[in-house]
């Protein structure tokens, strides 16, 4: 299933990306290790793998796989704060990711602060040495 999901350290405008899958991003999908994580630290080491061992993975370090600007337009944004792992739905409130996916009609439309991440697109040369945006 064509669900993405992006991954963060943080909560806000500063958060760090991890990276993102392009399939398979729902909570149920995504590895409990990952989802009860209880340090940053343990956090950054599971997603690392789990990512590593994904091919339709994205890792900051080969730049931002997405045509939109942040997470906003992902299915499903995953950060570690404040000592555990939430979860929000295109940028919806953020819930416990441990706990069962609540009713989307409760969630608050774009109620996750998220980074602009229009600066960290994947870039690739093209003519004359020109970066050009790889649009997937």
């Known amino acids: 299933m ?34 009860e994580a209880t340090s940053e630290e343990e956090f950054r080491e599971q997603v690392a793998r789990f990512l590593k061992n994904r091919s339709d993975a994205a890792t900051a370090t080969q730049g931002w796989p997405w045509t939109w600007d942040s997470s906003y337009g992902t299915n499903y944004t995953y950060a570690f704060a404040e000592g555990k792992v ?14 069962p996916e609540p009713e989307h009609t409760s969630l608050k439309r774009k109620g996750a602060i998220l980074p ?17 945006l790889i649009v997937k």
């Open 2 to 35: 064509s669900t993405k999901a992006d991954f963060y350290v943080g909560r806000d405008t500063e958060a760090e990306w991890m990276g993102s899958i392009a399939w398979d991003g729902t909570p149920v999908a995504i590895p409990k290790v990952i989802r």
């Open 86 to 99: 939430w979860t929000c739905h295109y940028g919806s409130s953020w819930w416990d990711a441990m706990r």
């Open 116 to 132: 602009d991440m229009s600066n960290h697109r994947k870039r690739t040369a093209g003519p004359k040495g020109q970066g050009i």
